[in-house]
DNA sequence: AACGGTCTTAACACATCGTAACATCCGCCC
DNA sequence: GGGCGGATGTTACGATGTGTTAAGACCGTT
């Protein structure tokens, strides 16, 4: 079965995607740690082939394999899964950066990357998965002040109920569900809008400061929707 | 036989229209969960062949199969049947939403789409389809303290009855036959009214008005006629 | 013919959104 | 240090969609 948000670490599993052998038993040894059962894979067809199968809790891919570019693989699991990805690469920069990020990448990790990195990044994802899997079901979350209750669409500031228009609570609700993730104006864009087109950076700017202003205790200071420079915005966790 | 309200899970049978093999494996892994047994389809032929065979319960179907457009399936499948109809596909633009809708979809996945909304979807339209059947065979429903009686013509806000006019029963009963479903003004004009032309967008609103006067509580405040907006109207289930 | 009820249509009120314009902040280069 | 340019924050206005009300048209009944 391809999903079942919160699992018992036991049921847990996780998916490295690595072609170098060395490497592969490396990180594999360093994520027994966090989750009993691994599965490795060594090609982006087997990597497809095994989320087919069995969905993993969590996949971590090695860009650059040997039969496909391994940001093909991100979009191509994107389109099936909503799965925490980490990838794993060389060198890589802001704009890189952000553009994994918009082909749905969660997290990286730079090679050389120490166990102790690799195992915390990964305990990370799962805790922010989970997160979201239980604001899924429990559709109830209380952040620094706010509440927002996702089935109910209400959310109040400091008890004060908050009158959000539709555009605003698709955005706190992207936020939300991807929360202490750093979502791309580009990504909100696209879980916001329908539209292909449009100058989505000026879009996403206007409407995060309608709903700073409104849930925020000091909008000016904004506490609960912090903005990463250079990357996007991101919905902090207590 | 085009209609089978409510079947024992045991006896429901689901089918999926995809033609790509790897996303098809996941929604069948995915809608075995809610109900086991699922058939199989990879074209607008073999759906329609299937369909005739044995009417399944639900038909999740992708647009953009290789033997035809997908939208020409919805149409022709409308066309002897009303089972539940789920359309998956690629962002679409609020217009082409309606449009959809005008066309006989029930909901819309949008790709990627996680297990767990696919399942919730699912399960929504088949929890609907019951009411609805339930509805046409009772023909008597309680939703938020309004009580409407199909058969008998009569409404009743907090035990107290109402007199609906001819339109305004024949809107209410258009939204109740299809209860959470969102209909569009077009949809509402061709269910009420019997003329091809005129500003169905304008008739609609001011008969919505109406009623909501009547039935609704809190008129000012819509609980049980809800508007979708860009989209349409909708009768809510508790 | 008068009346009451209903529907149609127009007009206005209001919320929301897109867009442009301007303000502010911050790092970089000279 | 000062100026520059890019990124981000803020505000305001017009367009569009929706909600509401009221006046006149239409229709059947008495």
Redesign the pocket.
């Known amino acids: 079965m391809p999903f079942s948000p919160v699992r018992d670490p036991e049921t847990q599993s996780l998916l490295v995607v690595e072609d170098d052998d060395a490497l592969r038993a490396v990180l594999v040894e360093a994520l027994k740690v966090v989750c009993p059962t691994v599965r490795e894979e060594t090609s982006v067809a087997g990597a497809l082939r095994a989320c087919a199968e069995r969905e993993p809790d969590l996949v971590l891919l090695d860009l650059g394999l040997p039969d496909g570019d391994g940001s093909e693989l991100l979009v191509r699991l994107r389109a099936v899964t909503t799965v925490p990805l980490i990838v794993l690469s060389g060198r890589e920069g802001e704009e890189e950066k952000v553009a994994l990020l918009d082909a749905g990448a969660d997290d990286f990790l730079t090679k050389p990357c120490g166990a102790a990195e690799l195992q915390a990044r990964v305990r990370g994802q799962l805790r922010r998965s989970a997160f979201s899997a239980s604001a899924r079901s429990a559709s109830h979350m209380t952040i620094d002040g706010i509440d927002i209750d996702l089935a109910a669409q209400r959310v109040t500031r400091e008890g004060v109920p908050q009158?959000?228009?539709?555009?605003?609570?698709?955005l706190l609700r992207a936020l939300a569900l991807h929360a202490d993730r750093t979502l791309t104006?580009k990504q909100l864009w696209d879980l916001v809008?329908d539209?292909e087109f449009?100058?989505f950076?000026?879009?996403?700017?206007?409407?995060?400061?309608?709903l700073?202003?409104k849930i925020e205790p000091n909008?000016?200071i904004?506490r609960l929707?912090?903005?990463?420079?250079?990357?996007?915005?991101r919905l902090v966790l207590p």
Chains 1, 2 share one sequence.
């Not at 009158?163 to 698709?170: D, K, S």
């Not at 950076?201 to 309608?210: D, E, G, K, N, S």
Request: net charge positive; charged share 20%; hydrophobic share 35%.
């Open positions: 009158r959000l228009t539709p555009t605003e609570w698709a104006p809008w539209r449009g100058d950076a000026v879009h996403v700017r206007v409407h995060i400061t309608h700073r202003r909008p000016a904004p929707i912090v903005t990463e420079t250079g990357v996007g915005y």
